[in-house]
């Protein structure tokens, strides 16, 4: 079973350009996440989906933030115009049923804004 | 607001040798889900134990045991037998229902030959 992809792995921009991640989930898995890990601390959630739904983006920055998961499958993730502080390994996960259910990670992009 | 804390930065253990890793969080809630996820260099983190709150045992898995004291909220992570391939970044983190996620600040595990 193929895992949580995804691109890219790396990414170096300069402040209030623009980057876009995407990610891949396991097939099948309705539940997807977007996570911020900043350099010495663990994950935080950015947002979930349910499918094609927004069930939680309480802790997405909206002014520079968003995402999307057109047709329920893979997603990207947007900051515009990115911030010295946006530099940060950005996780997905995904999960078969609702977040009770084992989430599993993605290798996770690594972000350095100059 | 659920708050996770794990109090040692860095770790080091002799392979072969047992290691526990120290968790605590702060919840009024009664039913919630702790984990502990393992994140080696370069790769992904996965999910090492989960344990549900309304469960008095303690969950196991393979060298992997949880201790966990609901009334001290308290929930360490022992590995046995230490191998070289237990080095990683351990995370604890705590779950309630319709919540998310909340992590810990991770605590970095070398395991020396």
């Known amino acids: 079973e193929a895992g949580v992809a995804q691109s890219p792995r790396y990414k170096i921009i300069e402040k209030r350009q623009s980057v876009a991640f995407w990610c891949n989930p396991i097939?099948?898995?309705?539940?997807l996440y977007w996570y911020q890990q900043i350099l010495g601390q663990g994950p935080k959630l950015l947002i979930q989906f349910q499918n094609n739904g927004v069930v939680d983006d309480s802790q997405l920055p909206k002014d520079r933030f968003s995402a999307e998961r057109l047709k329920g499958v893979d997603s990207t993730l947007k900051i515009q115009p990115a911030k010295l502080e946006d530099s940060a390994v950005y996780l997905c996960a995904s999960s078969l049923g609702g977040p009770l259910e084992t989430q599993y990670f993605g290798p996770g992009t690594r972000l350095l804004v100059l | 607001a659920q708050t996770v804390t794990q109090s040692q930065p860095e770790m080091s253990v002799q392979e072969a040798e047992t290691v526990t890793l120290s968790c605590t969080y702060d919840t009024s809630e009664n039913n919630y889900y702790l984990f502990w996820y393992k994140q080696p260099p370069s790769r992904q983190m996965i999910l090492v134990i989960r344990q549900e709150a309304y469960k008095q045992q303690n969950a196991t898995e393979n060298r992997f045991s949880v201790n966990f004291q609901k009334a001290a909220k308290s929930f360490s992570l022992k590995i046995s037998d230490s191998q070289l391939g237990d080095t990683a970044m351990y995370f604890c983190?705590?779950?309630?229902?319709?919540?998310?996620?909340?992590f810990g600040k991770g605590t970095r595990l070398s395991v020396i030959a």
């Open positions: 097939s099948g898995h309705a539940t």
């Open positions: 983190a705590f779950m309630k229902q319709g919540t998310p996620l909340v």
